[in-house]
Nanobody, 121 residues
Framework: QVQLVESGGGSVQSGGSLRLSCAAS???????MGWSRQTPGKEREWVAR???????TYADAVKGRFTISKDNAKNTLYLQMNSLEPEDTAMYYC????????????????WGQGTQVTVSS
């Protein structure tokens, strides 16, 4: 079972940028991976996903501002967040599927501990 550890969260002003990292204990090349976020009182939502072949998908709320990527040589997933808004304040979680061929982007069932992002006006 792969272990995931997020980092890079923090407090920034509106309009600022952050880059989140997710270090995996095993190969990322064989898995679909993604980021989700959750704020108290709100439903958890998917932010972005990246498939094994590099294809990406984004939530409408972050399109044009966030970029998901991964470095398979480092077994690390990233989320570059630009033009941050107070509405982006949340705990951000990294997730991964089972390795191919057993899993895909329809089931990201392994989660990290989360990293907090706070954006102030």
């Amino acid at each position: 079972q792969v272990q995931l550890v997020e980092s890079g969260g923090g407090s920034v002003q509106s309009g600022g940028s952050l880059r989140l990292s997710c270090a995996a204990s095993g190969p990322t090349s064989s898995r679909c991976m993604g980021w989700s976020r959750q704020t108290p009182g709100k439903e958890r939502e998917w932010v972005a996903r990246i498939a094994r072949d590099g294809r990406t998908t984004y939530a409408d709320a972050v399109k044009g501002r966030f970029t998901i990527s991964k470095d398979n040589a480092k077994n690390t997933l990233y989320l570059q967040m630009n033009s941050l808004e107070p509405e982006d304040t949340a705990m951000y979680y990294c997730a991964a599927s089972l390795p191919f061929p057993w899993g895909g982007c329809d089931a990201l069932n392994t989660w990290g501990q989360g990293t907090q992002v706070t954006v102030s006006s």
